[in-house]
């Protein structure tokens, strides 16, 4: 694979480049497979060789992020702290630390920057510890939203700028009339102005969309950004497993200095084109640009193969059920190709992440580490 070399310390994964516009525009005759590519330059290595520090030895590949200031901050297997690095790759200091007390985790679920600050939140209750950029722990804000129903319907709730968040609420078993209220869908996916209506379980735990919000985080209704599903991996009537063959839209991600979030969107039935767009803190919708993108059909081979799999992961958990009594599908590889959501194409894009300076870089789902 080849990647864009920058003048900062992080090997970047992009494939494709785009610009977000102030105004909502097309990226004329630009596909996404068809997008430049420049020669790869390692700018930076961590944790080469066997005999390395404490802060180098992760057993996965660390979640990463770049502040301004070129400093680099990892975290890898939930570890309850955040290791931060100068941009040559030495240790300078940890955020956070494993307690109970102000500022302390068990796990660490994800974590970012707001402005001059970095947030870290706790993996299970998602309450939002903010700490300054010498480390130093300034507050922690208790996540009071729903609680989710199963692990694979976990909310997300992630602080932007001027005191709003990001979230996907999870489909929860709670009182309609005592539950948040909610943007209601107008039926073309997007957010709608009419009444409000409260999330409630999908039936037989098929997939919904779930919508993704901007908002006060001290306000229940918060607008609509786009609706995403809830889950993509392999659902059996027994449990989910972690199979995802294709990733489903939209994908979003916080815009850099917290102003808002910027989603990467298309149709999965028909992914020709993908869809980018900036909200704002408010929700509304800042810039957006469009990109088509070459359909590549899944052949039946590769569909065969991607529910061999999921066949071959699901029986694990029917012998398990089978030995204690359980109930299993009779027809497991049925079961399986409903679970897995297969489409007819595959995704235009795997992933994409976004710099500073308000570029957008795009992964092509093809391209392979």
Known sequence: MKKESLSRPLATIAVSLATIASTPARAAAQLVADAGFREACEVLRLGDGLDVPEWLAFSRTPALRLDPAGRLYLNADSNPAVTVLDSDGGFVRYIGGEGEGPGEFAHVGGFGFVGDSVWLQHLFELHIAFFDSAGEHIRTEMDRGLPSSAPWLWRTSLPLAGGYGFYIPPITDADPASGPSRSSDTGDGRSGSGPRLSITRAPEFKRVKLPMLVGLRSEEARDTLAFKYNY????????????????????YRIHPNG?????????P?????????????????AGE???????????????DAFIDEGVEMAERTVEVARRFGGEVPANLRGAVTEGLLLYDYFEPISTFFLTHDERVWLRDARTVV
């Open 232 to 251: 993509t991996a392999m659902i059996t009537p027994m449990s989910t497993h972690g199979h995802e063959p294709f990733v489903t839209p939209p994908l």
């Open 259 to 267: 102003e808002g979030v910027v989603t990467a969107d298309w149709e």
């Open 269 to 285: 039935d028909h992914p020709e084109e993908v869809i980018l767009r900036h909200y704002d803190l408010t929700g509304g919708l």
């Open 289 to 303: 640009v469009t990109i088509a993108s070459r359909l590549r059909g899944v052949s039946p081979a590769a569909r």
